[in-house]
């Protein structure tokens, strides 16, 4: 880790966090996994600020913790390249729009917003914000939103986190966990989803004037009580940064054929990586080629438009392996 990419994260998390967390941040930068002491007296500040400074780290997953080998204590750490992501995010808010309009603009932002979030509640804020300002139907805003989370699921560009534990922290867990395990699978939807509903800004206009609220209510509020939880409590969801990465990956490569051939063999590329994508298993970034693709299923891949015959779909195939830069023949 150069001192470069050192003050580029410091300067990012005071940018975002202000300069507490950027000095929490920037310590355990420098030094590694440091207990809360060691962070207090490395950085000056009273125990309960750091604790509510490693609190803001975890929640936008900058922070990772793990128990020290004798148990008695934790240790956090910070990365550099979960912090350096930061200044891509505009990036990320961006494809959303492309991808999945302005809702899912909204729903990336959001959840880059607040690290990580409940599915209800991004759900609730982003209808919110779609009601006051296209005057919808609150019924019809939660259904369009609902849907778009889904398929962001769906397309693996949310991804589901388990929040940091105190199992985790006490060391009763095996070595291996962390708090960035996945609660089930990374990208299976809670059963409760059906009951996650919204009902427009009846809490709002409640918050705004408690009169309109029973005197009951308003005292159980006020002292914490009474609270419903979520019907997806301790279901969280962050952005997942790696599909977001493959999409920018995959477009330079479409881009590149764009302008080495022609409009139509950048079709014919989009249309492998597609394909590329849904049969492999391993999507990271690090896999070096995909798995074999076959000439005879690609019609289920191929848009309508320009459509394509057998004998075309093989000249643009011959020309890209041609080239051998982006595709090779198996025999």
Partial sequence: MSKQQVRLASLLLEEAFGDQVEAVGTYLLKNGGSNLGEISKGTGLQINKVKKCLVVL???????????????????????????????????????RELYGQIGELICEYILHQGRTLMSQCINRVAERLEVTLGAAPAEVSKVVKTKFVGMVEGQY???????????????????????????????LPSSLTAIKYTGNKRKRDEEDPGNQPSSKRAKKNTGEGEEKPVDDGVFWSVNFDNFHQHFQDKAIVSAVRERVDETAACVMRSLLRMAINLSQDKSLQTKSSPTLYKGRMAEYLPDKPKLSEMDLEHYLKALTDDQVYIYIHT
């Fill in 158 to 188: 949310l991804t589901r986190v388990k929040p940091p534990s105190t199992e985790s922290a006490l060391g009763q867990v095996n070595s291996g966990d962390s708090a960035r395990t996945p609660i089930f699978g990374k990208f299976e």
């Fill in 58 to 96: 975890i929640q936008h997953q900058l922070a990772l913790f793990e128990p020290h080998s004798s148990g008695k204590y934790v240790l956090y750490s910070v990365s550099v390249e979960s912090v350096q992501l930061r200044g891509r995010f505009p990036r990320y808010i961006l494809a959303s």
